[in-house]
Structures are given as structure tokens and as C-alpha cells.
Nanobody, 122 residues
Framework: QVQLVESGGGLVQPGGSLRLSCVAS????????MSWVRQAPGKGPEWVSG????????RYADSVKGRFTISRDNVKNTLYLHMNSLKPEDTALYYC???????????????WGQGTQVTVSS
């Protein structure tokens, strides 16, 4: 079955950086668009970024554009999110997700893992 395991979160000061990882198994990772999605306490899910199968094309939410970079390693079946210039409003539980079809924002919520917590605070 589809399994996605996120890691790399933590507590960081405003302006700091983190790199999130997501190891995929149970499906043909290299054949799927992938996304990062986040959910802050008391709020609905927010799509953050998406990447195509080969990794050459990416999309970002306006709230993170210029600060976050999504990438993937299809040999290691791993998705990454490099986060720079972090702000308190980036605080959330971050999930990776397998996408439906060749669409950057069409993530499959049923595929989420346990998530990794990112807290940005001084």
C-alpha cells in the first residue's frame, strides 16, 4: 500500500531554514506528480508546492514563492522541501502527498503520512 514518511521538522527561529524529507514506498514514485501540503492548527489544508514526475517543473503557493524549493530523487524515492527565510506563519504540520493525474495541486489526501511539525518561533 501507499506509504509516505515525512521527517525533518523542528523548532526554528524566524529567518531560519529547514529541509523536509518524504520517503515513498508502495507505488511507482517516479511516475507521479507529488505535493507538499501543510495544515496549521484550527485551519484547513494549504497546498504549498508541487513537482512533476522528472523534477524539472515545479509550482508554489504565493505564500512561499521565493523562499521554498521542492525537489525529488527518483532513485531514492524521496521528496524534499527546502525552506528558507522561515516566518511564524509557516508554523504547521507538513505532509507530502501523491498527486492525482498530471496536475500540480491535485493532491490525494488519502495518501498523506503522519506529517512533520514545523514551528517557527523566537
Amino acid at each position: 500500500q501507499v506509504q509516505l514518511v515525512e521527517s525533518g521538522g523542528g523548532l526554528v527561529q524566524p529567518g531560519g531554514s529547514l529541509r523536509l524529507s518524504c520517503v515513498a514506498s508502495g507505488f511507482a514514485f517516479s511516475s507521479y506528480y507529488m505535493s507538499w501540503v501543510r495544515q496549521a492548527p484550527g485551519k484547513g489544508p494549504e497546498w504549498v508546492s508541487g513537482i512533476n514526475t522528472g523534477g524539472a517543473s515545479t509550482r508554489y503557493a504565493d505564500s512561499v514563492k521565493g523562499r521554498f524549493t521542492i525537489s525529488r530523487d527518483n532513485v531514492k524515492n524521496t521528496l524534499y522541501l527546502h525552506m528558507n527565510s522561515l516566518k511564524p506563519e509557516d508554523t504547521a504540520l507538513y505532509y507530502c502527498a501523491k498527486n492525482v493525474g498530471s496536475y500540480y495541486r491535485a493532491y490525494d489526501k488519502e495518501s498523506w503520512g503522519q506529517g512533520t511539525q514545523v514551528t517557527v518561533s523566537s
